[in-house]
């Protein structure tokens, strides 16, 4: 076995509230490709960004070929041989693929010291035919397909001379021609004695193009292995492998009536024929990995983006909303993703954030005439959430994550919706926040609310969900009762393992 090009050890990232990764480490070696796996939230990303100098570890160390190595920005991490391929090419798109592969690291005429593009262009059509890419060098990028994005990406990592090149979820937008054409450029830098760190949740990719792999869980180190010596079932036990019982609130589902009902919903490019129904005090849950298309399901249902097919009916009615505030009117309230973007008004008050969506309520012909009504408002609703800050007339900026998502939660609590959808609410928060947040979801479905909520942490899905609709690249492939299923077969829908059509509890 080849020594180690790259060691990782004993590293640790540690935000407010969070421990990204915990004492974890990883050995890459020369001429290998190395698979790191584990569910969202791993720490695969945190790992992925102190390489290549975006983030600096709270402690630990990283050796690469021998010596002790600190980046303190990307660009040491690039002249030091290591280069990152994202899951979105990176690039600029009004420029040529000559100056995107040589963006940061310009030729120059040693005599003139002008930029040599002549000498760029000859080099990149070297690269490229070293690649066997048929790519004119003056080609815009923004004219180039995403898989050709990735290419010049891989180009580009060949003119840095690259030791390590590591590709988060490279495939997520290929085709299965496109992938072979990625995988045949893999082995050829497998062949030329790069080392390769290959991030993927697809199973067949890690079988078909990876040596070894690593597994970590909630950003801790669980154990490596060589690919040809493992089965897809003990690598999906690493990738779970902790007891979900106790660790979230006692849910006793009491349904009601069918509020929501789904049929055949599409949107071109998106997902094709989500079906389900939802039942008052219902928690349904909503798995897949990356790419599955869950945000973009329940954003058609909440009436931002627009379905290309399908019906709906809300409590027995034709729905089909025009637009989110068609949604809110008809008693329906979504928590997004992206809270500091999409829930929240940064710069504006905890009072504004939390009130904003019943403003009708708290204004007469479009004034705020009711300040003590709002502060009333505002006041209950931050005490039920435990909303902990200086005062409501701070800006949301200045929380914490945890925080800022129970303001987000705060000011939908008010529009007493019929139906609550909640898209990661516990993404990126501490151990405490997410207790309080899955005693909220419990509390509403309590009160007869139907609950939606969307998840990449497969243990939150199985604890908190009644059923599980399960998503895998846009297609709904079951729908699991959560009570009965188990974590590997949730995985094994989430990853298509299962050839089976979508079933319905």
Known sequence: MPDALLEVTNLTKIFPGIRALDDVKLTLRSGEVHALIGENGAGKSTLVKILTGVYIPTHGNIVLEGKEIFFKNAIEAQQAGIVAIHQEASMFPELSVTENIFMGHHLRNPKTKKLDWKAMTEQTKALLGRMQLDIDPDTLVKNLSVAKRHMVEITKALSLDAKLVIMDEPTSALTGREVEDLFRIVRSLKESGKAILFISHKFDEIFSICDYYTVYRDGQYIGEGKVAESTEDQIINMMIGRSIDQLYPEHAPVWGKEILKVEKLSQLGAFKHISFTLHEGEILGVFGLVGAGRSEVVRTIFGIDKASEGTMYLEGKAFMPKGAKESMRKG??????????????????????????????????????????????????????????????????????????????????????????????????DVATKAAVHQFICDMAAKGVAVILISSELPEIMGMSDRILVMHEGCQTAILDARTCTAETVMRYAIATVAQEASHA
């Open 332 to 429: 329906i309230a979504l928590v997004p993703e992206d809270r500091q973007k999409q829930g929240l008004v940064l710069k504006m008050s905890l009072t504004h954030n939390i009130s904003l969506p019943v403003l009708k309520l708290l204004s007469f012909k479009g004034l705020i005439t009711r300040s003590k009504e709002e502060k009333s408002y505002v006041l209950e609703h931050g005490k039920q959430m435990e909303i902990k800050a200086a005062g409501y007339h701070v800006d949301a900026e200045t929380l914490s994550g945890g925080n800022q998502q129970k303001v987000v939660l705060a000011k939908w609590i008010g529009t007493k919706p019929k139906i609550l959808i909640l898209d990661e609410p516990t993404k990126g928060i």
